[in-house]
């Protein structure tokens, strides 16, 4: 049973945007936490930015004033706008959503920066 859907990845060149979403089963309640992780070939996942139930938001250095984390808690999802994306921004994109007492994962989806 797929429980998060991600979508939006794709290949880029240097420089342009792209939005990732995912959508969270209605089964996955209440979602407390939701966010984006990226892992680059050869590298530990890590944290993008996350997004609190009340809107409140947490970036990695690497993508502060160049990413928006955004949720929409009636339709359990989340996006994640990605402005003037860099070559090292390449990497497989993870949807996360945690409850109280569980965290879920989507399969990923790849982002490619072309510089």
């Known amino acids: 049973q797929v429980q998060l859907t991600e979508s939006g990845g794709g290949l880029v060149q240097a420089g342009d945007s792209l939005t990732l979403s995912c959508a969270a089963s209605?089964?996955?309640?209440?979602?407390?936490?939701m966010g984006w992780y990226r892992q680059a070939p050869g590298k530990q996942r890590e944290l993008v930015a996350t997004?609190?139930?009340?809107?409140?938001?947490n970036y990695a250095d690497s993508v502060k004033g160049r990413f928006t984390i955004s949720r929409d808690n009636a339709r359990n999802t989340v996006a994640l706008l990605m402005n003037s994306l860099k070559f090292e921004d390449t990497a497989v994109y993870y949807c996360n959503a945690l409850t109280g007492s569980r965290s879920y994962w989507g399969q990923g989806t790849q982002v490619t920066v072309s510089s």
């Open positions: 997004i609190s139930y009340s809107g409140t938001s």
């Open positions: 209605r089964s996955i309640f209440p979602i407390v936490t």
